[in-house]
């Protein structure tokens, strides 16, 4: 049987497969990030949701998609939410893995930046941060980069800090002057007066400034 990596609505693939079941599965559910994008697994397990269709579920928290990815591949996790690139990468390597589905066709993260980050290309010569190299945030900092026209690997000085509350400290202190930030952890970040640069597309109404507020550019 293959081993399965939920980028999807979990509990919606979770139940389908175990409506019929006579006795609880024992599931551990690992999941990549604090980050509203795993609200469907906080929302099941709240609402007791899983036990309604056989399910005996454990929620894991473990930083960074790099890390739930390599933890599915030991077997310790039969199932798990997680940003595509690892996976693509382990499946290339050679891994037995399958996507299920996804929740979000874009990166879902904001680039969040002290407040003399202007612009993405202030950014350049920079130290920025990620949680892992491999991760969704560092692929998610990359196309940003990318899409603005210089190279992440020979303008940025990148540094892996952990999980999203290490991003968040390490801007804090300011020993980094970006990093990617995922809803709902960047509003507190924009209440803290710091840039923000959309990885994703740019809403179809929303000004380019605002006076003593954050600066939005994509």
Known sequence: MKTSIVTAALMVCLTAASAWSQTRTK??????????INAPLWYATEQKLFPKYGLEVELIYIPTALQVTRVVLTGDSQIAFSGGAPVVSAVLSGADLVFVGGVANVPAFYM???PEIKSVADLKGKTVGVTRFGSSTDFALRYL??????NPDKDLNILQLGGMPELAAALSKRLIVAAPRSAPTHIRARAAELSHHSTGPKPASTSRTRPSSPVGLT
Not at 27 to 36: D, T
């Open 27 to 36: 599931l551990n559910v690992i999941y990549p990030a604090i980050s509203g």
């Open 112 to 114: 969040m930046a002290l």
């Open 145 to 150: 980069v990318q899409k603005n026209g210089f």
